[in-house]
């Protein structure tokens, strides 16, 4: 029974990415403004998957800094290689840490995140923004949620060459 109620959450989890994404595509298509545009996704990501927090920091210098985001008041900066958003620009690829507790060196935003995923936007093989997520519950992310946030994150590629 636990797996089939898991299994359709699964499902009903990818049919809501299948559903956000045209609408993202449009929202973002003619709007050439990186930040107006993380906005508008931030917005709807939080509003359809009910996360807990959701927002885009920026590469500027040497740091993460804070972007468009909803939820609690965040960290502004983040050093590189620091935390789960600092490893995902270091290493330049997604990250999932189903137990913030334990990624080393966790950058305790809220002490109410539980588990979080972290996707970055790479440009010219450069990463120039990460899409950062917490979740309320351990282990809430999986390999729905990082092959259609990399879809959303696509998505906002054209507007960071501008």
Same mark, same amino acid.
């Given at each position: 029974?636990?797996?089939?109620?898991?299994? *359709?959450?699964?499902? +009903? @989890?990818?049919?809501?990415? *299948?559903?956000?994404? %045209?609408? *993202? &595509?449009?929202?973002?298509?003619?709007?050439?403004?990186?930040?107006?545009?993380? &906005?508008?996704?931030? &917005?709807?990501?939080?509003?359809?998957?009910? $996360? $807990?927090?959701?927002?885009?920091?920026?590469?500027?210098? @040497?740091?993460?800094?804070?972007? %468009?985001?909803?939820?609690?008041?965040?960290?502004?900066?983040?050093?590189?290689?620091?935390?789960?958003?600092? @490893?995902?620009?270091?290493?330049?690829?997604?990250?999932?840490? %189903?137990?913030?507790?334990? $990624? %080393?060196?966790?950058? &305790?935003?809220?002490?109410?995140?539980?588990?979080?995923?972290?996707?970055?936007?790479?440009?010219?093989?450069?990463?120039?923004?990460?899409?950062?997520? +917490?979740?309320?519950?351990?282990?809430?992310? +999986?390999?729905?949620?990082?092959?259609?946030?990399?879809?959303?994150? +696509?998505? *906002?590629?054209?507007? $960071?060459?501008?």
């Amino acid at each position: 029974m636990a797996d089939t109620l898991k299994m *359709l959450q699964h499902v +009903d @989890k990818e049919q809501q990415y *299948l559903n956000l994404l %045209p609408q *993202l &595509a449009s929202l973002v298509e003619n709007e050439p403004d990186a930040i107006a545009n993380c &906005a508008n996704v931030v &917005a709807a990501l939080k509003e359809t998957l009910q $996360f $807990f927090w959701v927002g885009f920091y920026r590469v500027i210098d @040497k740091n993460l800094v804070l972007g %468009p985001f909803q939820g609690t008041v965040a960290c502004t900066r983040i050093m590189y290689g620091k935390g789960v958003c600092g @490893k995902s620009w270091q290493q330049a690829t997604p990250i999932i840490a %189903p137990d913030v507790t334990q $990624f %080393p060196g966790h950058i &305790a935003c809220s002490s109410l995140s539980k588990s979080e995923i972290v996707i970055p936007l790479i440009i010219n093989q450069k990463v120039v923004a990460v899409l950062d997520i +917490d979740s309320l519950r351990l282990n809430d992310f +999986d390999a729905i949620d990082r092959l259609y946030l990399q879809k959303v994150v +696509d998505l *906002l590629s054209d507007s $960071f060459v501008h």
